[in-house]
């Protein structure tokens, strides 16, 4: 089996051209989704080595699960992209504390969640590599999407701190925005 890589929101959008990319590198992609069924499938049915997992990551036990069940059965997965996120408007005059609750689970805590569980189960050939999305908003604050760019924020600080504690040479953790 080729080294796998596991892409968090991977049926659309970013998430999709980094399969698509992985792939074409010889990857085998595991497309994570939460309500994309039909484009998930269509997407590992149009790549050469690729499978489909569903997850909603407002429930981080299930997504530590799902890295446990990964975990068990993947020889060689070397990568984890976290992906994924949820990005509704709140603002800085009022903050919504459902979408600040959604935010900060499926955009900071669980994806820090999955990387910890990763890094400590993931057997790898290649070493590990930990790639957590940011967004331009790090560098760009403005008062829109309040809730949204805070838990981007933790996330930043989450994938430094990640980063500091790898013993193994071999490990990464990288934040993109």
Not at 145 to 171: E, I, N, W
Request: glycine share 4%; with cysteine.
């Amino acid at each position: 089996m080729p080294p796998a890589v596991l892409i968090t929101g991977a049926a659309r959008r970013i998430g999709k051209c980094l399969a698509e990319r992985f792939s074409a590198a010889g990857w085998h992609v595991v497309i994570h989704h939460r309500d994309s069924h039909d484009e998930a499938a269509a997407l590992a049915a149009a790549l050469p080595s690729a499978e489909t997992v569903s997850c909603d990551l407002m429930d981080g036990d299930s997504a530590v699960a799902m890295i446990d069940a990964l975990a068990e059965r993947l020889p060689d997965w070397r990568m984890l992209v976290n992906c994924a996120a949820v990005f509704d408007f709140d603002s800085a005059e009022a903050i919504d504390p459902a979408i600040f609750a959604e935010a900060m689970t499926v955009n900071a805590e669980t994806p820090a969640r999955m990387a910890q569980r990763f890094l400590a189960r993931a057997r790898a050939d290649g070493g590990k590599r930990v790639i957590q999305f940011t967004d331009q908003k790090l560098l760009n604050p403005n008062p829109d999407f309040f809730s949204y760019t805070m838990a981007k924020h933790a996330m930043a600080a989450t994938v430094r701190m990640l980063a500091m504690a790898q013993t193994d040479p071999a490990t990464r953790v990288y934040g993109l925005a």
